[in-house]
């Protein structure tokens, strides 16, 4: 037995194993009460894993059972074996990167989800999961604020759904050619890559945005990648002079609202979005500030027949003659195999409603706020760049070792999780709001953290 591993787990029948409903009576009720337990403690525990590489991997065995265990096997091991190797994204304190909060609602309709496990390539495949998906993206379009008619879709995450724009750009205009600005998302790139796309990257100024100046001629372009709320410091790009220049080149327009597209939901907010009317295509991850697990990126074109075109392919094997005037997913995407994503989405959608969803950003917003104001009036501390959306990018009066040095010893505590940038030349540190379990006591708790760490180094 591996060092660490727990005594052998008492077998199952196959019976008991193979018997799906009677299983989930047996079992569901304590693999519920873990889930909700675990919501209640997250808190406690450490924010980052506090384990180092392979250290896991050393606990397991090296090959599975031969005989099937007790799923309460599986559950004491997650206990003890997998969770001090989970970074917690629940947690109130995690502040990193970007939020991925999940809801109630939302983890029970993605159980439903995965129950029925229905697979939604065509309509007739599954017609409630496809005609859900299309529902359920036309109500967010509504509540953001975006143009009536615009088709929607439901793709793994955002590089995959920037990847598509691209082909289906590429598809539409016989171009080759990518560009971005230098602090656009790192899937633009990749995206070009994979393609085999030429990629021109377009300076930005001195608040990160795409520099219109700088943009050039895109008579060769097929598609240009507009940000809003760019990954390193929440920048906007002008996307009403990018929207010029595409229309006017006929080059496709890309708009990458990813982390930031979520506060559309709030009216007082969508100067940021101002021009996004004009995209081709436009990304906002539900799962990201939107309460909905991964995976749940939306993705919008006012091109669908551009999608179609580039897509379809429809062997014999799939024709459905009777209901071919129907969406079939499979043929505006690259995937053919997809899940009922929509469900959990449209959970949070009716149990949050519109205003639940409008407090939840407006709660990230408004503690954001409260720590910029704390590091502006502190003289030891200083802003990097403006507060944009939930995010604020920020450091200690100093060099950038004396910054990594305190963001390392921060994120050592397991108290809080933060990230970095680097922001023209200088280390910044990084702090998201939108968790759904923060609350203003944990944004005093960090601001506490970060000043007794760098008052705890000597430099």
Same mark, same amino acid.
């Given at each position: 037995m591996a060092e660490g591993m727990s005594e052998p787990a008492s077998e199952v029948t196959a019976s008991e194993v193979t018997d799906p409903a009677r299983?989930? %009576?047996?079992?569901?009720?304590?693999?519920? #009460? @873990?889930?909700? $337990?675990?919501?209640?403690? =997250?808190? $406690?525990?450490?924010?980052?894993?506090?384990?180092?590489? +392979?250290?896991?991997?050393?606990?397991?065995?090296?090959?599975?059972?031969?005989?099937g265990e007790s799923f309460d096997a599986v559950l004491r091991d997650l206990d003890e074996i997998l969770m001090p190797g989970i970074t917690h994204w629940q947690h109130p304190r995690y502040f990193a990167y970007f939020p991925s909060a999940t809801s109630g609602p939302a983890i029970l309709a993605d159980m439903l989800?995965?129950?029925?496990?229905? =697979?939604?390539?065509? @309509?007739?495949? $599954?017609?409630?999961?496809?005609e859900? #998906?299309? =529902?359920v993206l036309a109500w967010v379009a509504q509540l953001m604020g975006l143009p009536a008619g615009w088709h929607g879709q439901i793709e793994a995450g955002g590089s995959l759904a920037t990847m598509t724009a691209a082909i289906a750009a590429r598809e539409a205009t016989g171009r080759n050619l990518l560009v971005c600005s230098a602090e656009t998302h790192s899937s633009a790139a990749?995206?070009?890559?994979?393609?085999?796309?030429?990629? %021109?990257?377009?300076?930005?100024? +001195?608040?990160?945005?795409?520099?219109?100046?700088a943009l050039g001629s895109l008579g060769d372009a097929a598609i240009v990648v507009a940000t809003v709320g760019t990954t390193s410091r929440g920048a906007v790009d002008p996307v009403p002079a990018i929207a010029d220049a595409c229309e006017a080149a006929g080059a496709w327009l890309h708009i990458d609202a990813a982390y930031a597209g979520a506060a559309m939901v709030c009216p007082e907010m969508r100067w940021a979005f101002a021009g996004v009317e004009r995209a081709d295509s436009l990304l906002v991850n539900a799962h990201k500030w939107m309460l909905t697990p991964i995976d749940c990126s939306l993705l919008w074109t006012s091109r669908p027949d551009a999608f179609l075109n580039a897509f379809s392919m429809v062997p014999e094997y799939l024709r459905t003659p009777a209901f071919e005037d129907q969406w079939s997913p499979h043929e505006y995407g690259p995937a053919l195999g997809r899940g009922f994503r929509a469900l959990k989405l449209w959970a949070v959608l009716?149990?949050? +409603? %519109?205003? +639940?969803? %409008?407090?939840? =950003?407006?709660?990230?917003?408004?503690?954001?706020?409260?720590?910029?104001?704390?590091?502006?009036a502190d003289a030891g501390w200083e802003l990097v760049s403006p507060r944009r959306f939930g995010l604020v990018c920020f450091r200690h009066v100093g060099d950038d070792n004396f910054n990594e040095a305190l963001l390392e010893a921060v994120n050592a505590s397991g108290e809080a999780f933060l990230s970095h940038t680097v922001i023209n030349g200088r280390y910044a540190l990084r702090l998201a709001t939108g968790g759904l379990l923060t609350t203003p006591a944990d944004i005093d708790h960090t601001w506490k953290l970060l000043r007794g760490e760098a008052a705890a180094l000597s430099f």
């Open positions: 299983f989930l %009576r047996d079992h569901g009720p304590a693999a519920l #009460e @873990w889930a909700a $337990s675990y919501l209640e403690r =997250v808190g $406690s525990l450490p924010v980052l894993a506090q384990i180092e590489p +392979g250290e896991l991997t050393s606990k397991l065995p090296a090959a599975a059972p031969e005989q989800a995965v129950t029925i496990n229905t =697979v939604s390539f065509l @309509w007739r495949s $599954s017609p409630a999961a496809t859900l #998906e299309a =529902v990749k995206a070009a890559r994979m393609l085999g796309m030429e990629l %021109r990257t377009v300076p930005v100024d +001195g608040d990160g945005a795409l520099s219109v100046d009716r149990c949050y +409603g %519109r205003d +639940g969803l %409008r407090q939840h =950003v407006r709660a990230g917003l408004e503690m954001a706020a409260t720590f910029e104001n704390w590091v502006a």
